[in-house]
T-cell receptor, first 110, second 117 residues
Framework: RKEVEQDPGPFNVPEGATVAFNCTYS??????FFWYRQDCRKEPKLLMS???SGNEDGRFTAQLNRASQYISLLIRDSKLSDSATYLC???????????FGKGTMLLVSP | GAGVSQSPSNKVTEKGKDVELRCDPI?????LYWYRQSLGQGLEFLIY????????KSGLPSDRFSAERTGGSVSTLTIQRTQQEDSAVYLC???????????????FGSGTQLSVL
């Protein structure tokens, strides 16, 4: 079974807020984890990889919790331009392609 | 070009007609994927090519769908006898690593919006 579960949202937050999304995966053997961003009517683009020790890229922080089989994305100081759908992506051993979650929609308002 | 190129960007067809969608991956990328995305839905895997290996066709929804990749580069996705439920955005992606390997990063084209009337 290969599943990637995300809260579809939308998450409505004001500019400057901090927001966090979680994503759960079903196979403890998974090794690669990513967050992709998809703007409305656009293609997905890689936002960041998720490393075991956690990693940060500017206002974005990604963390992996293997014991509970979830990854998280934290966005600090939200900008209007952060409004998008955030896709959680996981590799499942034995499958030749990455598995995408259905995404969490974020709406940042002025 | 620097990115994944797909054509056409939009395709409107009548039910029952055949359509061909084209993908030109990033030069040197050995892995090529086709996905489709219906309105408000997640990405649905269709088919995967890796180098000269036999493609993984496990995601193709019916035998009306087929794809080929010539010379390890350009790929064509063909849908025969289109149905209204085939209407979706068809996305192509390429990668330098493939097979869901550690740190594989997919680069997507801008997609083909297919509308079947």
């Amino acid at each position: 079974r290969k599943e990637v579960e995300q809260d579809p949202g939308p998450f409505n937050v004001p500019e400057g807020a901090t927001v966090a999304f979680n994503c759960t995966y079903s196979n403890s053997a998974s090794q690669s984890f990513f967050w992709y961003r998809q703007d409305c009517r656009k293609e997905p683009k890689l936002l960041m990889s998720v490393y075991s020790s956690g990693n940060e890229d500017g206002r974005f922080t990604a963390q992996l919790n293997r014991a509970s089989q979830y990854i998280s994305l934290l966005i600090r100081d939200s900008k209007l331009s952060d409004s998008a759908t955030y896709l959680c992506v996981v590799n499942y051993p034995g499958y030749s392609t990455l598995t995408f979650g259905k995404g969490t929609m974020l709406l940042v308002s002025p | 070009g620097a990115g994944v190129s797909q054509s056409p960007s939009n395709k409107v067809t009548e039910k029952g007609k055949d359509v061909e969608l084209r993908c030109d991956p990033i030069s040197g990328h050995t892995a090529l994927y086709w996905y489709r995305q219906s309105l408000g839905q997640g990405l649905e895997f269709l088919i995967y090519f890796q180098g000269n290996s036999a493609p993984d066709k496990s995601g193709l929804p019916s035998d009306r769908f087929s794809a080929e990749r010539t010379g390890g580069s350009v790929s064509t996705l063909t849908i025969q006898r289109t149905q209204q439920e085939d209407s979706a955005v068809y996305l192509c992606a390429s990668s330098s690593r493939g097979q869901g390997r550690t740190n594989e990063k997919l680069f997507f084209g801008s997609g083909t919006q297919l509308s079947v009337l």
